[in-house]
Each structure stands twice: as structure tokens, then as C-alpha cells.
């Protein structure tokens, strides 16, 4: 019997039956489920592509959407609700300064090396810097750079995607919207150090994308 023949036996599911089970298996997990999983928990035959734009439409204006978070999907509370959680969100631990600007340069520049957000920011990135946007799991290590020394470069990742509520890096705030909101004001000149940068105090109150 061939290949053919025997996929030919079992007819994949209704669709909204594979609208179901693709459901079921995104509130199940806890972190967004790429495509290629669905695909591999779902019967022989079936399309969890079009299964999830159906089940995207059915959950539009409900208090859960169907959400993509860079290559994966997952369900969110709808953002005009995201206030009544508030209470189970909220972090007791804030940003400093120093770590909000490195974010934010990481997030537009990447792929970006150690040496080019100094050299943006015109004041050295403290390891603790590093290590705390490495331990929230908002950045990570991405390619070395085919330079001298080699050096690594850091990128977002979707935790932080989805994190913020973006699809990708592409749908972050303009310019605009960052010296409005206070991210861009009162930098250093490349080159000239800002007095006790990283030993800022936690600030709070600097824009909605970077604080919880």
C-alpha cells in the first residue's frame, strides 16, 4: 500500500472540530504554540492555519483574543480589560533608567553588540544591566558578529513580545512616542558618561510599553 493509499483512509476532522482542538491545546499551554506544534497534535489532514484564522474571528470583541506573539499564538486577555488584572500583573521590582534605555535600544537597534549600545546611550552598560533584561527573559544572545573579537549581539525575544502585546519589533512606537513619553530626553552625547547612570533609583512612571 502506498504512502497515498494510506493517508487516504482517515479524513482529517470537520474544521470545527480541528477549531476545537486547536482551542483547547492553546489554553492548555502555557507559552505560544508555533504552528508547526499545532500541526503536530492535530489528526493527520489537518489545517490548524486556517483552523486558527476561523478561531481568531470567532474570539474578536470577546474578553480573550487569539493573539500572535512573533511566530506562535496564544490566548490574551483583550488589552482595554487589562486593567482588572492589574492586581495579579503588577511587578514589585521597576526598571532603572539605565536598564529602560538599554531595552529600548536593543529593541529598535537589533541585532546589537555591548559596544554600539555604549556608544548610543555614550556611557558603559553595567553587567548588572545585562543580566537583569537577560533574567526577566526580555532580551537574549544572538549571532557574533563576523568582526574582530567576534562579539555577541542582543535581540528581544517573545517573551518580551509578549510581554508588551506586539506581533513583532516591527509594531513598536515611533520616535514621537518615545520623547513624548521621556525615553529619548536629556541623552548624553556619544563619548560623555552621565554621573552615577547605573546607580539610578528605579524610576517609575516613564512610558506604558516599558513598565509593567
Sequence with gaps: MSDLDEQSLFDA????????MVEAILFAMSEPVTLAEL??????????????????????????????????????TAPDLGHLMRRETVETRKLSRAAIETLAIIAYHQPVTRAEIEEI??????????????????????RRRMTPGRPVTFVVTET????????????????????AAGLLDNRPAPGQALAGDDDD?????????FED
Design 160 to 179: 518580551f513580545l509578549d510581554h508588551f502585546g506586539l506581533e513583532s519589533a516591527r509594531d513598536l512606537p515611533g520616535l514621537k512616542e518615545l520623547r
Design 121 to 142: 546611550r555614550g556611557v558603559a552598560v553595567s553587567r548588572g544591566t545585562v543580566d537583569q533584561l537577560l533574567e526577566l527573559d526580555w532580551i537574549r544572545l544572538g
Design 39 to 76: 500541526a503536530a497534535r492535530l489528526p493527520h489532514g489537518s489545517d490548524p492555519a486556517e483552523a486558527l484564522v476561523h478561531l481568531r474571528k470567532r474570539y474578536e470583541g470577546r474578553g480573550v483574543n487569539l493573539v500572535k506573539v512573533g511566530d506562535a499564538y496564544a490566548f490574551r
Design 201 to 209: 533609583e528605579a524610576t517609575a512612571g516613564q512610558t506604558e510599553l
Design 13 to 20: 476532522p470537520p474544521m470545527g472540530e480541528q477549531e476545537r
